[in-house]
Nanobody
Framework: QVQLVESGGGLVQAGGSLRLSCAASGRTFSGVVMGWFRQAPGKERESVGTFSWYGSRSYYPDSVKGRFTISRDNAKNTVYLHLNSLKPEDTAVYYC?????????????????WGQGTQVTVSS
C-alpha cells in the first residue's frame, strides 16, 4: 500500500509559479513510478509528468515540457511538481499517483495509488 497526500495548490496569476507537494508513505519505493496528472472540468485526466523514484528518469508531455518539472526529496519521501510560466489553461485539479513496476510512459490507468487532488487556478 502507498498513501499519497498532495498540497500546495492555489490561485496564481498567469505567468506565475507554484510548487505542489506529494508526501508518500506506506512501502519502500523500489520499482515505484510517481506521476502527476491533472483534470480540468469537462476534460479527461491527462499526465503532466512521470518520474521513476530510484532511476531518476522522467517523462513530460509536450503541453508542459519546459514549464513543469518533477523533483524529489528522499529524506522526506516527498515528490514535488514545479509549475512555472502558468497559463489559464493549466487550471485543473492536480493529482499525485504511484504505480509499481510500470513504465514512466504508462497511462493513468496503470497507476494504482492516488492522492486526493489539489486545485490549481490560474487567472488571466
Amino acid at each position: 500500500q502507498v498513501q499519497l497526500v498532495e498540497s500546495g495548490g492555489g490561485l496564481v496569476q498567469a505567468g506565475g509559479s507554484l510548487r505542489l507537494s506529494c508526501a508518500a508513505s506506506g512501502r519502500t519505493f523500489s520499482g515505484v513510478v510517481m506521476g502527476w496528472f491533472r483534470q480540468a472540468p469537462g476534460k479527461e485526466r491527462e499526465s503532466v509528468g512521470t518520474f521513476s523514484w530510484y532511476g531518476s528518469r522522467s517523462y513530460y508531455p509536450d503541453s508542459v515540457k519546459g514549464r513543469f518539472t518533477i523533483s524529489r526529496d528522499n529524506a522526506k519521501n516527498t515528490v514535488y511538481l514545479h509549475l512555472n510560466s502558468l497559463k489559464p489553461e493549466d487550471t485543473a485539479v492536480y493529482y499525485c499517483a504511484a504505480g509499481v513496476g510500470i513504465s514512466i510512459a504508462a497511462t493513468d490507468r496503470s497507476f494504482r495509488y492516488w492522492g486526493q487532488g489539489t486545485q490549481v487556478t490560474v487567472s488571466s
